[in-house]
């Protein structure tokens, strides 16, 4: 039997669902969970790699190794052409997420009884904003790293076009709807008009009126929640005693971006940081700093960051501990300080919101719903930056974590099988 699978290979986290005689599942792949977080954890003392869930255990309990996430950040960018030393091997970063990848379609199987030979991958408005060609090849990428994992057939759709078969699944009349998918690494937005008759049409090119997408999502806002709030405690804008300069400040916004703390652990870059406390006017700061590196504690920190910004979605204040990094130290962040610090992204959401309506050629007042996906959507202040240009539109909350995926399986099952599907309960 030929199954048709839909891989969500997320920034932050990645799904697959699996379509099979017209339904459609959201697999468990590790742990009964079927949102795994898009992560790889190479282990110093045992050699072996882990995924998901399991890497990022391992990354926590404090075992020898090295961390990798926002891999897919690295799409199209001058860094995936670079190699990465691991202990004794270089690994290409296509190599990486053929990796990933192959660990999702392994995990799948289990599940499908049943290996998935083709595969609609989904893929954001832009990999890359601005840059055609580095966009085209960030998705030749993407593929390539695919066929090592062991597709054979590989076809790409969009995620907010996905979330919209998804959320098409559950509506009763014809609409127009406004889908905004916000995750980790992009805000993408579509344009559709959906009904259960057209939902069962095999080609939907008509129905989609518009789609864009802007290269901002919960891992920026970690790095400016990060920049704003922990890094000055680090050394961000300290002096050195030579000249009045500040410490360079790569360091520190490296050390906030997922897919690039990793760049910090080069031995070069500890002996130019240690030669820049010599020069601090502030040492005690950048022997914080210092101690983070040395302990290659760069994720967990950022990862307290992360948390605080998820907790600031239900409370107006959080507090991150930073025990280990200075005794008795607890950062104390107030919800209207992680909104300044995201401000200007907000704006560049709500812009391309109201572009996405004007490039549908409609005024917001007849878009009637606007479906909310993607962990970063549960932020209020991005949600309001959506919701405020269609002020009249009913909000319907999907499944922040698997929309994608079910729309993609969808997708697949169409493409492959050439027949409708509908998700099962
Ligand atoms: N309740 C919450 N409030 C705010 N942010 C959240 C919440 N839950 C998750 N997030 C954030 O959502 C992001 C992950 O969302 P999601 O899994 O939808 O992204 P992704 O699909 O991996 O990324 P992308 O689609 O951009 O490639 C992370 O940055 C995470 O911190
Ligand atoms: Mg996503």
């Known amino acids: 039997m030929s199954h048709a699978c839909g891989i969500d290979f997320g920034t932050s986290n990645s799904a697959v669902a699996v379509s099979s005689n017209g339904r459609v599942r959201l697999l468990p792949l590790q742990d009964g969970v079927t949102s795994v977080p898009t992560a790889l954890f190479f282990s110093f003392d045992d050699d072996t790699c882990t995924h998901g869930r399991a890497a990022m255990e391992r990354y926590l309990s404090r075992e020898p190794g090295r ?3 926002s891999i897919k950040s690295l799409l199209g960018t001058p860094l995936f052409e670079e190699v990465t030393q691991v202990k004794y091997r270089r690994y290409a970063y296509g190599e990486i997420i053929a990796d990933f990848l192959k660990f999702l379609r392994v995990s799948a199987a289990r599940e499908m009884g049943g290996d998935p030979r083709s595969v609609v991958i989904g893929r954001p408005a832009y990999f890359v904003d601005d840059d055609q060609p580095a966009d085209d090849k960030a998705q030749a990428q993407l593929e390539a790293a695919a066929r090592a994992a062991g597709f054979e057939t590989i076809a790409f759709q969009f995620e907010p076009i996905a979330a919209a078969l998804h959320y098409e699944q559950s509506v009763t009349d014809e609409e127009i709807a406004l889908v905004a998918d916000i995750g980790g690494g992009t805000s993408d937005f579509s344009v559709l008009r959906v009904s259960p008759r057209l939902a069962t049409k095999i080609d939907r090119r008509g129905d989609i009126l518009g789609y864009n997408g802007v290269h901002i999502g919960g891992t920026d806002f970690d790095r400016l929640l990060s920049m704003a ?14 000249k009045g300069m500040d410490a360079p400040s790569w360091y520190f916004a490296d050390l906030a971006t997922w897919h690039r703390i990793n ?8 002996t130019e940081v240690r030669s820049v406390r010599r ?3 502030e040492p005690e700061k950048i022997d914080r700093l210092l101690g983070v590196l040395e302990l290659r504690k760069g994720h967990e920190l950022l990862g307290r960051i992360e948390q605080a910004k ?17 005794q008795d130290f607890v950062l104390e962040i107030k919800r209207r300080r992680f909104e300044q610090a995201i401000g200007e992204s907000l ?4 812009g391309r919101v109201r572009d996405v309506i004007a490039l549908a050629g409609l005024k917001p007042g007849t878009v009637r719903t606007v479906f909310l996906t993607g962990g970063s959507s549960g932020i209020p202040a991005v949600r309001n930056a959506v919701t405020k240009v269609v002020p009249a539109a009913q909000v319907v909350v999907g499944d922040a974590f698997g929309s994608v995926a079910a729309g993609l399986a969808i997708d697949a099952e169409r493409r492959f099988n050439r027949r409708s599907a509908r998700l099962s309960a």
């Open 347 to 350: 704006g560049r959401i709500e």
């Open 67 to 69: 961390l990798l996430r």
């Open 279 to 281: 020069d601090s006017a």
């Open 310 to 326: 998820i907790d600031m979605s239900s409370m107006t204040a959080a507090t991150v501990s930073l025990a280990d990094v200075a």
């Open 229 to 242: 709030t922990l890094m000055p405690f680090l050394g961000l804008g300290s002096k050195l005693r030579m």
């Open 263 to 270: 760049v910090l652990y080069d031995g070069k870059v500890l």
